[in-house]
């Protein structure tokens, strides 16, 4: 499976940005995690596969919103209202399978490569 990031870029505090992962087999749940420079990798959205249930952390939780269309292969992710902390390498995965808990890092196998935020205050 492979899967790639893109949609990253440079925005103002308070504008929105679309991610988008394209995979190339759309299979299991999938979720996007991000990572500040000098940070680990946190949590912030991920879905089930039919998309119907959907996971957020608290930081992005009202702001973000993650979907997918497997007729496309993709997910995306819509973000609204960014704020500076926002600012990371964002990256999308794909669940080793069904019924694992989609907010832990280890429960993914596959990963693409990133995709670089980057708000301005």
């Known amino acids: 499976v492979q899967l790639q990031a893109s949609g990253g870029g440079l925005v103002q505090a308070g504008d929105s940005l679309r991610l988008s992962c394209l995979a190339s087999?759309?299979?299991?749940?999938m979720g996007w995690f991000r990572q500040a420079p000098g940070k680990g990798r946190e949590f912030v959205a991920a879905?089930?596969?039919?998309?119907?249930?959907?996971y957020y952390a608290d930081s992005v939780k009202g702001r973000f919103t993650i979907s997918r269309d497997n007729n496309k292969n993709t997910m995306y992710l819509q973000m609204d209202s960014l704020k500076s902390e926002d600012a990371a390498v964002y990256f999308c995965a794909q669940a080793k399978a069904y019924g694992v808990d989609l907010m832990q890092e280890g429960s993914y196998e596959y990963w693409g490569q990133g995709t670089l935020v980057t708000v301005s205050s």
């Open positions: 879905c089930s596969w039919s998309g119907a249930t959907t």
């Open positions: 087999i759309s299979k299991y749940g």
